[in-house]
């Protein structure tokens, strides 16, 4: 009989742990669901780096003018997403202060919006850079220009470490990081550039990968957006309108509220 009375007593706490300590039992119901809150749009280069220049346009002034109309639309549409600028007028973040101002923000995504430039003045479209070094050879011409902007910075060595934009040796740290967020980074590249080919119509060259310096250090999924080529003249003429500045803003606004969709449901 005491045996019995021991087993009922057993049993009624094995019921009772769910209900007296389920609180404290972690399981996927339970967790706060992701939102995304925060994200830092960085306008290319600016002040004493006008980047690259067109038969009238510099690139400085493109990429300022389509980021501040890409915060503007997440402001009207997303209220819930803090916009952070890293330049909001014509000033010059350096380098490294561009992706550090994502990390302290403790930011969600991070966007840089370039405008491209070739030898050629055929070569037109856009692209969309993640993190990466597949196909190193083939973009390195692109990553060392971006990446040069260092060598107009004071004390740069130092800074920088050692690093050296014009070797490809410098380059071999890059692999290590990054690997967390590339899956999220793909994802929307590739809203951006499906966006610009299907609405907005440009000539999409496709998503890619490069050792961008700023795209090295952000904490969390980050893209490098090239609009077009200013040495193309029909490319610069069309981002020199407000017109062609708003069609491609909406576009990089939509890639970003459609990430957000899918990332929130997942």
């Not at 972690?26 to 994200?39: C, L, Q």
């Not at 980047?51 to 915060?71: F, M, P, Q, W």
């Not at 101002?101 to 856009?126: C, E, M, Q, R, W």
């Not at 980074?185 to 610009?196: K, N, R, Y």
Request: glycine share 6%; proline share 5%.
């Amino acid at each position: 009989m005491e045996r019995f009375n021991n087993k009922k007593i057993l049993l009624s706490f094995v019921i009772a742990i769910p209900f007296l300590f389920g609180g404290f039992i972690p399981n996927e119901t339970m967790m706060p669901a992701f939102r995304m809150k925060k994200i830092v749009l960085d306008a290319g280069h600016g002040g004493s780096d006008p980047g690259n220049i067109g038969s009238r346009a510099k690139e400085k002034d493109i990429n300022l003018a389509v980021t501040l109309l890409v915060g503007k639309y997440i402001k009207e549409n997303l209220p819930d997403v803090e916009v952070i600028y890293t330049r909001s007028d014509d000033s010059f973040p350096t380098l490294k202060q561009r992706p550090n101002i994502a990390n302290i923000n403790k930011a969600d995504l991070f966007v840089s919006i370039h405008s491209n430039s070739a030898p050629s003045k055929s070569a037109y479209g856009t692209e969309t850079f993640v993190m990466g070094t597949k196909h190193f050879e083939a973009n390195f011409d692109i990553v060392k220009k971006e990446n040069s902007v260092i060598l107009l910075e004071e004390n740069y060595q130092e800074e920088y470490e050692g690093f050296d934009p014009t070797s490809p040796e410098s380059y071999m740290l890059f692999n290590l990081t990054q690997k967390a967020y590339i899956g999220n980074s793909i994802t929307l590249a590739d809203h951006i550039e499906t966006q610009f080919r299907d609405k907005v119509g440009r000539k999409s060259r496709g998503v890619k990968q490069g050792p961008f310096y700023v795209l090295w250090t952000p904490s969390m999924p980050s893209v490098l957006v090239e609009l077009g080529f200013l040495s193309n003249y029909e490319e610069e003429k069309f981002l020199m309108t407000k017109e062609g500045q708003e069609y491609m803003a909406s576009a990089i606004f939509r890639s970003i509220r459609d990430y957000k969709n899918e990332i929130e449901i997942n």
